[in-house]
């Protein structure tokens, strides 16, 4: 018989104190467990959190050696193309590009390079939650001076093993130097986090006057979450603690004089593939590694593309 969460405490919405009423009930996917997980969403704000929040130890033990990113990074790669757009559009005059048409390359469509800002000469870029440190990896890469956060040993080890300087701990216990970063980044990040008001001051502090921020999360209003629900493999059951939408973004980075000049809510096909694949029980046979699955999982993208609807919020 499934296991139960204690009883939730009254819900009061951890972003901006509203009531919360009951949104979804659901399990471990990704690793497994019997226990039932509770989340409501904020009447006023529209946030979904877990409810009860656990407690740091209760969230630490969510986070088994096997998880994804704590296993060693693929080396960075930037096609000829994405070089081109860096060096000829970006500002990366400093990149060397392997001898091509000279002319006609900089007349060629422009390859668009996800993430990754124009140059900024000296830059300093801050991942918190870096993870293996795949992304300061490739933002090393292309000469950024890079620093991680970190919480997991495992993952710090990584980091470390492969040459970046990555602290262990929270953004708090860095104690970085305010106004030090000219791009702080947190990709997938701010779901894990109990505390958003505490994470987003402390990205607003050390980010220089300028600066930009990126903050990558998943999209609690996307259409793939509507269709399944408690199979949505962007949920991650119990390790997202809070999912957010445009409005509640936007509102939470304002409330700490950060204003995104752009927020995306771009489709993943592939989150629809993995989610699929936990509705139907398919554990031995990746729909995403299905060339025909793929093709149909296309087919998914004009249709969850409507305004403020796709897979993931990214905010510039």
């Given amino acids: 018989m499934p296991e139960s969460q204690p009883p939730a405490a009254a819900s009061t919405c951890p972003l901006c104190g509203g009531s919360g009423t009951h949104d979804l009930t659901g399990t471990d996917l990704m690793f497994g467990g019997d226990t039932r997980y509770d989340y409501d969403r904020c009447s006023r704000c529209g946030l979904v959190y877990l409810n009860p929040l656990p407690t740091p130890e209760q969230i630490a033990a969510f ?13 960075p790669h930037f096609s000829r193309r994405a070089l081109l757009t860096l060096k000829y559009r970006l500002g990366y005059d400093h990149l060397e590009v392997r001898p091509g048409r000279g002319l006609l390359d900089r007349l060629r469509p422009w390859k668009k390079v996800e993430h990754v800002i124009p140059w900024v000469a000296g830059g300093r870029a801050l991942d918190i939650g870096c993870g293996n440190g795949e992304y300061l990896l490739r933002l090393k890469s292309i000469g950024w001076t890079c620093k991680g956060v970190e ?4 993952a710090v080890e990584i980091c470390r093993r492969n040459g970046l300087d990555v602290f262990h701990g929270d953004l708090e216990a860095a104690a970085l130097d305010s106004e030090s ?8 990040l701010l779901e894990h986090v109990p505390d958003p008001h505490r994470l987003m001051a402390e990205i607003a502090r050390v980010t220089r006057s300028g600066g930009h921020v ?4 998943p999209n609690s209003r996307s259409i793939g979450r509507a269709l ?8 991650e059951i119990p390790r997202h603690l809070m999912l957010y939408d445009r409005d509640n973004l936007n509102r939470l980075a304002a409330g700490h004089g950060l204003q995104p000049q752009s927020l995306s809510t771009p489709v993943k096909p592939k989150l629809l ?3 699929l694949d936990y509705k139907t029980g398919n554990r031995g046979s990746p729909s995403e590694k299905k060339a025909v699955m793929k093709a149909l999982a296309m087919l998914y993208v004009p249709f969850a593309s409507l305004p403020g609807r796709g897979d993931e919020l990214a905010a510039l």
């Fill in 63 to 75: 986070y088994p050696d096997s998880y994804s990113i704590y296993t060693e990074p693929r080396r």
């Fill in 151 to 154: 919480f997991n040993d495992k």
């Fill in 181 to 188: 970063f000219d791009f702080v980044t947190a990709h997938h």
């Fill in 214 to 217: 990126l903050i990558r999360t």
């Fill in 228 to 235: 399944l629900r408690e199979y949505w493999f962007a949920n």
């Fill in 273 to 275: 593939l993995r989610s």
